[in-house]
């Protein structure tokens, strides 16, 4: 599976952006799709991951409200809608995915086995 990740770019605090990841082959089981993101001298930190099959959702609670991850399966895409943008959500972001995911590891990167490049998102006024 390959993903491939597009939507990045330089926005005004409040503004929106749309990120997107779609992969090479559907999936199939406990397939999860998340985004992670990494700030310039952070580690990665989880953003949101949906669940391919019943589209349960899970957030990092600095995005809960302001973000909305959900997927579309005629296009095997996984969107990640950003709104209300902060400076602190500048970053760069990377999509992923992964099988076989229990709730309670969604949150963690060494959960995933496939990442796309990542797409760079600036805030600033």
């Known amino acids: 599976v390959q993903l491939q990740a597009s939507g990045g770019g330089s926005v005004q605090p409040g503004d929106s952006l749309r990120l997107s990841c779609t992969f090479s082959?559907?999936?199939?089981?406990?397939?999860?799709m998340a985004w992670f993101r990494q700030a310039p001298g952070k580690e990665r930190e989880f953003v949101a991951a949906?669940?391919?099959?019943?589209?349960?959702?899970y957030y990092a609670d600095s995005v809960k409200g302001r973000f909305a991850i959900s997927r579309d399966k005629a296009k095997i895409t996984s969107y990640l809608q950003m709104n209300n943008l902060k400076p602190e959500d500048t970053a760069v972001y990377y999509c992923?995915?992964?099988?076989?995911?229990?709730?309670?590891?969604?949150?963690?990167?060494?959960?995933?086995?496939?990442w796309g490049q990542g797409t760079l998102v600036t805030v600033s006024s």
């Open positions: 082959e559907r999936p199939s089981g406990r397939y999860v």
């Open positions: 992923a995915g992964g099988g076989g995911i229990i709730t309670s590891s969604t949150y963690r990167a060494s959960s995933y086995n496939t």
């Open positions: 949906i669940r391919w099959s019943e589209s349960t959702t």
